[in-house]
């Protein structure tokens, strides 16, 4: 079943145009502040602007390496500083990696350049340079005030970044137990949810003699056993484009034709179930007996639903489903058993044997088939 987001898409800039974009705007950035800078002296402009230009260049490696790009950012502008070019706030050419390194999580590593491009400048100008504090300490309030600035934003992209993660982890988390045109309408809405289908297919199927089989093996065994079949049995409901409903022990359900009405549900469900009996004949029980499963199908109306607040489910009600059930459980070892109104869409395309009248529990006596396999022929006799 295809899944999708239960949002809307929405259109985004692709990531290598915004980076361009940033690295153009780094670069004006940068070069503005040296052609304003009010220190004309030290080595030649031309210089000065390539060192500025290798910061811009490394926001376009931003995203693939953040930390990487942070470290060579600040190593090039103190670089810069150390050849004496005309001042520039360091937050200005570093404020794309940092924001970067700290929206990645690199906490630690912004602080620590943040903190060496404000205290490095204030030891220098007064341990060496012999400035005096109060001017130097009020440039290096103004450097932190754009560092806070630029790291501020950093941490509302990174919240930003972990409530979107959040969110798709409880979306991918609500399409694992409902259906997805169903879980958007419990998203929009709070009043129930119930629906009728005139014509859906349902199936049943249960592993054969389970219950000793699990008395005789260890509960880590028992789940183990069960995750992997019916993690096999996920796979093969998806691959026909069917809804699985719930599993009930040892038993798993399955519909064809809802939440999405499609006219050939009875036959996916059909080619589900040869798939999931051809699948246990392959698998053997922890004592290396092999396995087998009863399968049961019926076609017909059903009703369908979310109910629940707590721990909430899709599931179906109605005669369809009992008797989906029935053919389950008084069905042979190893056998698909489908009921007449099935056998009837089924008949032109698949191999059946007719097992007969049969009483099943709260009902009268009904025929039933035993679906074989899928017609070789269409067109031949039966």
């Not at 979107?164 to 929009?188: F, G, H, V, W, Y």
Request: aromatic share 6%; with cysteine; net charge neutral.
């Amino acid at each position: 079943m295809e899944t999708t987001s239960l949002g809307q898409r929405r259109r985004r800039v692709p990531s290598f145009v915004v980076d361009a974009g940033l690295a153009v705007a780094t670069a004006l950035a940068v070069a503005v502040a040296i052609r304003a800078s009010p220190e004309p002296s030290g080595p030649p402009e031309g210089l000065a602007y390539l060192v500025g230009l290798t910061i811009a260049a490394l926001v376009l490696a931003r995203r693939r390496w953040p930390l990487a790009v942070l470290l060579v950012s600040a190593a090039t502008l103190q670089l810069y500083y150390v050849l004496d070019f005309p001042g520039i706030f360091p937050a200005v050419p570093l404020a794309v990696a940092l924001f970067t390194a700290w929206a990645a999580g690199h906490r630690g590593w912004s602080l620590a350049v943040t903190g060496w491009f404000v205290a490095a400048p204030v030891a220098f100008r007064t341990l060496v340079a012999q400035e005096p504090l109060l001017p130097v300490l009020s440039d290096a309030m103004r450097d932190a005030a754009l560092f806070a600035a630029v790291l501020l934003l950093g941490e509302a992209v990174r919240a930003r970044a972990a409530l979107d993660q959040e969110r798709q982890r409880s979306e991918r988390l609500l399409l694992n137990i409902l259906p997805a045109a169903i879980a958007a309408r419990l998203k929009q809405s709070q009043g129930v949810i119930a629906d009728g289908f005139p014509d859906v297919t349902v199936l049943f199927a249960d592993i054969v003699n389970f219950t000793p089989l699990s008395q005789g093996i260890t509960p880590e065994a028992v789940v183990q056993l069960l995750d992997e079949l019916f993690s096999a049995f996920d796979q093969l409901t998806r691959r026909q484009g069917l809804e699985k409903i719930k599993t009930i022990g040892d038993a798993y359900m399955v519909a064809g034709g809802l939440p999405d009405p499609r006219p050939d549900h009875a036959q996916a469900v059909a080619d589900l179930a040869l798939a999931i009996r051809e699948e246990i004949a392959r698998r053997s029980d922890p004592s290396g007996q092999p396995l087998q499963v009863r399968i049961g199908i019926d076609t017909g109306p059903v009703v369908a639903g979310v109910i629940g607040q707590d721990k909430f489910s899709y599931d179906l009600w109605g005669d369809t489903v009992n008797t989906a059930s029935r053919m389950e459980s008084q069905g042979l070892a190893g056998c698909i058993q489908v009921t007449e109104r099935t056998y009837q869409r089924l008949r032109d395309g698949d191999r059946f044997e007719r097992r007969g009248p049969i009483q099943v529990r709260g009902k009268t006596a009904m025929v039933t088939y035993l679906l074989l396999g899928r017609n070789p022929d269409p067109t031949g006799d039966r």
